[in-house]
């Protein structure tokens, strides 16, 4: 127990050289897709999509069990219940677009330390929003700042106070209307304007005057519910009913922009009940530049962008990671995927597309002549074996230990991300694994392979480790390799055992044999529409949800062109986005 | 004798704030007899990633039977008012086997801590997708001891600056250890500037602590924010019919803080915010700890070291001033990589350690999975934090002739050994007595015991709370107190 310390499961994983449970795939509950199929069917019994009568037959107040009909809402084939929707407390990254888009202000109060939940790899998920006394603390102190702030401002204030007579409460109240629609995102009922205008009478009572008493107004609104969150109301309807026009509008703002609906998407919120109004919508709001957040936010979490500057790397092992490396790479992430969401690049070729944003400290990294500058620039550079997503520098490193590079982590990540096909847990009765020496020399090939000699872990780690082994000639940063620290040859070749999607199994050798492997995977394509739709609703999946995904995929692949921008169409019009599922019995 | 309610009838028979010069001449001195009477304070502080082998003291016993492990070193002139305990296990809250294995052991370990239940079970009981046993700091904070004594109830501090990894897991597994109700894990305060405002809020105003005494624009910046506060609490509750039974209890949550942030305004704008005798307001702290991509290292506006330094200060303002006497502060979110590049490289014995050359790594992958000796450095570091604080509330003494130290339990420990993951042999060290409730100065070496039975003798040795039971062992043992630590 001096130097050679027994290392247990969780150890393994941090070392990346063993990660997931040696019990087979059978653990686990049912609804995480463990084998390659799992998830891909819908449920037996769930309704066929409907012919014929067209128009919501499925509205408010109808039976139990609704069925999309075609040439209504929801008109992609296959889609049954959407799972529940609950209402959603703004993270910080929405709470600051909201308050900089809504009023204009520059404060960005919602910070790192407002640490909200985040399951399934997004920080957006309803169900671990909640608040607490010390959060809502900083909310009113924010709220308050961001009031004074925005009065502080000729140019913001004029845009609140559109009338200037103290005391005219036909004015106040015209105010707080046009306020609170920006801020609650939709039209504030009577009764509410009276609440918030007793806020400006007991301020001008404590003396402020007309523009101090608006600000205290401001002050209430952005401390209220109805801002911090975005609800939905079932009015008394206790099945899956459609939403209103201003919260789909809300719902679309919030996927793609991560903030408010603007004043244009408010003020066509009740047209928003046709595929053409609402394809439409998502077409403006795709170009308008508040679209990058769809990136920062779902790509940055997803892929791992996000991470990327924080990603701890050892300095005495790779002296050639600097901050601007780090920045340049984080920002390579961010720009390949862009391309794909802007173009109509179809999703195929996400793992093959030779093309890299580098300035002159990454290009040196990668080995791409004449990049000079410190600003990145797209560069389309053939001469290597590189390409693809998994090829990116970026990815390499945040999928690595801080020392060396890990297969075992890739390999997970690959499953995780790529295929949405997460290997189950290691069972409490995980065996320990010695870790040898120092791992940074280590040909972690041998390790792995030793390792998975014992069969309560090879059945697991023969389908972890394999794409990361293909990937090893890329080293913790991402740099170009044949040969380990301890002059041993790296073999990239490696082998996936037999499988639904690939029955006789499958040998692939290299990052181009990887990637191919993982773009054959009907997975893939399942993967990003999986990873959309949690994000875009903001839930974790339900079975019938994961249903819906795979059935969304099908319509996306048979309708038209593979971009990401008609996926993001078609998750638009179908059911689970235009509808809501109030949950349990009342 | 106890200042708020002592205050709070002072101030009901004057009908007017009283300056505090007043105050200290009715104050009994403190060099003097201790006649007086001074609150109990509890403190968990959370190590994450365990501890390094270099925790476990020599010897066991009490007084010079044992002698501290060399990372608990930074200790040594507290020695004699600690409990360092060995082998104390939570595996029995996730096993029914009572096993130490429990994986993911990041993402599972820590949720567990103050609470004894498996996270996990507990989701699936409720079927909800985030769920926890309400935490011993919480239900303390409820419990007759501590509720309205303070005009906080409690506070979540911590320094991590930099998004942990979870693990695969509810961050809120990982991230807090405090837990408000079975479904409301507590945030925590990471920016000392945050901290800062919390405890002026509810210090200053009223008390002239600040110089501010009645100042008017105080009292008509509370009296708005009450009228904001009512405003909310309006529309909230109206809002509520309107939503689905599910969002309903989502909005009562809400609610809830919202009321208790107006409490402590009330309670403020009446003047009956934290007066001790002894409360002093530092300097306002001036430090960055946030940027949008967390802050994983040190640079050059920001120190690790200045950031518990100003916590440490902050803890003792807020504990001076009485605003609350529970305080749950994690030095880091469990499974940290910050790297350690402002701690030199360190050498371990059993007998003590030395500095070497070069700066450590990262907390997780390149200390706990690194050599023994830079995560003992790492260990090290942060219990020298931990000790500073302790030296500082050391040094305050109270009406009842003991230190604010004496006065309060600090539970700092871990949710996993260390290195190996395991959940038992947790790294536990008990610093202070609760007012003289718990023996001082030895090394507990205990069996296999469970952390609950931690958690239940300082509910009710140390506290009276008469608590029956708390959290789970699923081997089926009775819950029990650990008499080995109870003066």
């Known amino acids: 127990m001096h130097l050679s310390r027994g290392v247990t499961w969780s150890s393994i994983l941090a070392l990346g050289i063993a990660l997931s449970g040696c019990s087979g795939m059978v653990s686990g509950d049912g609804n995480s897709a463990t084998g390659p199929d799992t998830a891909s069917k819908p449920a037996a019994g769930s309704g066929q999509p409907g012919v014929g009568a067209g128009g ?19 008109t992609v084939p296959g889609v049954v219940n959407p799972g529940l929707s609950a209402m959603h407390r703004l993270n910080t990254a929405e709470y600051n677009a909201t308050v900089a888009d809504a009023l204009g202000t520059t404060l960005q ?26 959060q809502y603390g900083l909310y009113l102190d924010a709220a308050e700042a961001i009031a004074k702030d925005v009065f502080a401002s000729d140019a913001l204030r004029a845009k609140i106070v559109t009338c200037a007579t103290a005391d005219d409460m036909a004015c106040v109240k015209g105010i707080i209307s046009k306020t609170g629609l920006k801020a609650f995102r939709r039209p504030l009922l009577d009764a509410e304007v009276a609440t918030y205008t007793k806020v400006y009478t007991t301020s001008r009572a404590q003396g402020a005057d007309h523009n101090g008493s608006l600000q205290n107004v401001l002050w209430s609104l952005l401390s209220s519910a109805e801002f911090l969150y975005r609800m939905e109301f079932d009015n008394g309807v206790k099945t899956k009913h459609l939403i209103s026009g201003y919260e789909l509008a809300t719902r679309l703002s919030y996927f793609l922009w991560s903030s408010a609906p603007d004043d244009a998407l408010l003020a066509a919120a009740n047209d928003l009940n046709t595929d053409a109004a609402i394809g439409t919508a998502v077409d403006r709001m795709l170009t308008d530049q508040k679209s990058a957040r769809l990136v920062q936010n779902f790509a940055g979490q997803w892929l791992g962008a996000r991470k990327v500057l924080a990603h701890p790397v050892a300095a005495d092992v790779y002296p050639a990671w600097t901050p601007d490396i780090a920045s340049a790479a984080s920002k390579e992430m961010f720009a390949y995927f862009d391309e794909f969401l802007r173009s109509d690049r179809p999703w195929s070729e996400f793992l093959s597309a030779d093309m890299n944003f580098v300035n002159a400290g990454l290009a040196g990294l990668y080995g791409i002549p004449n990049v000079t500058g410190t600003a990145s620039t797209r560069v389309e550079y053939t001469a290597d074996a590189r390409k693809g997503f998994m090829g990116l520098i970026g990815f390499l490193a945040v999928s690595s230990v801080d ?9 997970k990540w690959v499953l995780v991300n790529l295929l949405c096909s997460p290997p189950p847990a290691p069972p409490a009765t995980a065996g320990k694994l010695e870790d040898k020496g120092d791992p940074t020399n280590t040909n972690i090939r041998a390790v792995l392979e030793a390792h998975r000699a014992s069969p309560a872990c090879s059945s697991c780690h023969s389908i972890m480790d394999p794409f990361g082994l293909a990937i090893e000639q890329y080293d913790g940063i991402g740099k170009f390799r044949t040969k380990y620290p301890d002059g041993s040859t790296i073999d990239p070749s490696t082998l996936l055992p037999p499988s639904s999607t690939y029955p006789q199994g499958i040998s692939f050798s290299g990052l181009d044999g990887a990637e191919k492997a993982v773009t054959d995977d009907p997975k893939f394509k399942e993967c990003i529409t999986e990873k959309l739709y949690t994000y875009g609703l903001g839930r974790s999946l339900s079975n019938d949800d994961k ?17 990401v921008g008609r996926l993001l169409h078609r998750l638009a019009l179908a059911e689970p986005f235009r509808y809501r599922n109030p949950g349990s019995a009342q | ?76 002139e507290l020695k004699a008012k600690m409990n360092v305990i060995s082998n104390l296990e939570n595996g029995s809250a996730f096993n029914a086997s009572g096993l ?28 909800v997708e985030e769920a926890n046993g309400v935490s011993v700091d919480q239900i303390m904070s409820e419990h007759a001891v501590f509720k309205g004594k303070t005009p906080l109830a409690s506070l979540q501090l911590g320094l991590s600056t930099v998004y942990s990894y979870c693990d695969g897991q509810q961050c809120s597994n990982s991230r807090s250890v405090s837990w408000k109700t079975m479904t409301q894990p507590m945030y925590k305060m990471v920016d000392p500037l945050q901290v800062f405002n919390a405890i002026v809020n509810v210090a200053s105003a009223g008390t002239g602590a600040t110089g501010g005494g009645t100042d008017p624009n105080v009292a008509k910046r509370l009296a708005m924010k009450k009228s904001v506060l009512d405003a909310v609490l309006e529309n909230a509750t109206s809002t509520r019919s309107r939503l689905s039974i599910n969002d309903q209890a989502r909005m009562d949550e809400f609610l809830d803080s919202v009321r208790s942030v107006e409490n402590t305004a009330t309670t403020v704008s009446a003047g009956l915010g934290g007066t001790s005798s002894t ?36 803890i003792v303002m807020a504990l001076q001033c009485d605003v609350t006497r529970i305080i749950t502060y994690m030095l880091e979110d469990e499974r940290s990589e910050f790297t350690y590049d402002h701690v030199t490289k360190r050498k371990f014995t059993n007998m003590g350690s030395t500095p070497t050359t070069g700066t450590c790594p990262e907390y997780h992958g390149g200390g706990q999975h690194g050599t023994q000796d830079d995560f003992a450095a790492i260990t090290w570091w942060n219990v020298g934090k ?20 004496d006065n309060s339990v600090i539970f700092f420990g871990g949710a996993m050994h260390g290195s190996d993951h395991s959940c038992d042999r947790l790294p536990t060290a008990l610093i202070g007595s609760g007012g003289g409730k718990l023996k001082q100065d030895q090394h507990v070496q205990l069996k296999n015991r469970p952390l609950r039975d931690l958690h239940f003798t300082m509910m009710n040795s140390v506290l009276g709370m008469g608590q029956t039971d708390f959290g789970h062992n699923l081997t089926g043992a009775p819950i029990s107190t650990i008499k080995e630590i109870v003066a």
Request: charged content about 15%; some cysteine.
């Open chain 1, 56 to 74: 919501a037959s499925n509205g408010a107040g109808t039976g139990s069990t609704p069925v999309p009909s075609a040439g209504g809402p929801g």
């Open chain 2, 386 to 405: 931990v000790a500073d604080l302790c030296r500082k509330m050391d040094a305050i003494k109270e009406a009842n002739g003991l230190s604010i130290l």
């Open chain 2, 100 to 127: 130490p294995s429990v994986e993911p052991s990041h993402g599972r370990q820590p949720g567990g801590w103050l609470t004894a239940v498996d996270a996990q079970v507990l989701r699936s009981q409720l079927k």
């Open chain 2, 1 to 76: 004798m106890n200042k708020f309610f002592s205050r709070r009838t002072l101030l009901r028979g004057a009908g007017v704030a009283l300056a505090l010069p007043w105050m200290e001449s009715l104050a009994p001195k403190v060099a003097g007899a201790a006649t007086g009477t001074a609150p109990v304070r509890y403190m968990p502080i959370f190590l994450p990633n365990g501890a390094a082998e270099f925790w476990t003291p020599n010897g066991a016993g009490s007084g010079s039977a044992w002698n501290l492990g060399s990372v608990l070193e930074p200790f040594a």
């Open chain 1, 547 to 563: 249903n819906n995904a795979v059935a969304i995929e099908k319509d996306w692949e048979t309708t038209g062109a593979l971009s």
């Open chain 2, 279 to 314: 409360c002093a307001i530092g300097a306002k702290p001036t430090m960055a700890t946030v940027t949008p991509d967390g802050i994983r290292q040190t640079t050059a506006t920001y120190n690790k070291g200045a950031h518990a330094d100003a916590m440490n200060a902050l």
């Open chain 1, 403 to 411: 020392r060396r590079s890990s297969p075992t982590l890739r390999g």
């Open chain 1, 109 to 134: 109060p919602a910070t790192g330390n407002w640490r909200g939940g985040e399951i399934d790899g997004f920080d957006n998920i309803a169900s671990v929003l909640g608040v607490d006394d010390t």
